[in-house]
Nanobody, 118 residues
Framework: QVQLVESGGGTVQAGGSLRLSCTAPGITSNMCGMVWYRQADGKQREWVSSIGRLGSTNYRDSVKGRFTISKDKAKDTVYLEMNTLLPEDTAMYYC????????????WGQGTQVTVSA
């Protein structure tokens, strides 16, 4: 069991950008890929973006065209670049390493807070 470590959150004005990082040994080669989730105050956790083992990417509709997920094997890091941020993007962002064979559950980071002011 290895702790995932998120970083890069902060407070920005609407229209600004942040790049979140998730670091842990071997995560860029995880069989089930890696996933970013977020949870806003008073709301359920929601899926944001996924990157597959071979680099395929998926995004929830509300962030398509604004967010980019990527990974860097040499740095054991998965990134979520967030551009044109909106107040509704405000949430705690979590990195998740799903576990084979179901590609569910798995390891979670501590979260990094993103706050976007209007």
């Amino acid at each position: 069991q290895v702790q995932l470590v998120e970083s890069g959150g902060g407070t920005v004005q609407a229209g600004g950008s942040l790049r979140l990082s998730c670091t842990a040994p071997g995560i860029t080669s995880n069989m089930c890929g890696m996933v970013w989730y977020r949870q806003a105050d008073g709301k359920q956790r929601e899926w944001v973006s996924s990157i597959g083992r071979l680099g395929s990417t998926n995004y929830r509709d509300s962030v398509k065209g604004r967010f980019t997920i990527s990974k860097d094997k040499a740095k054991d890091t998965v990134y979520l670049e967030m551009n044109t941020l909106l107040p509704e993007d405000t949430a705690m962002y979590y990195c998740n390493r799903p576990i084979a064979p179901t590609c569910s559950g798995g390891d979670w980071g501590q979260g990094t807070q993103v706050t976007v002011s209007a």
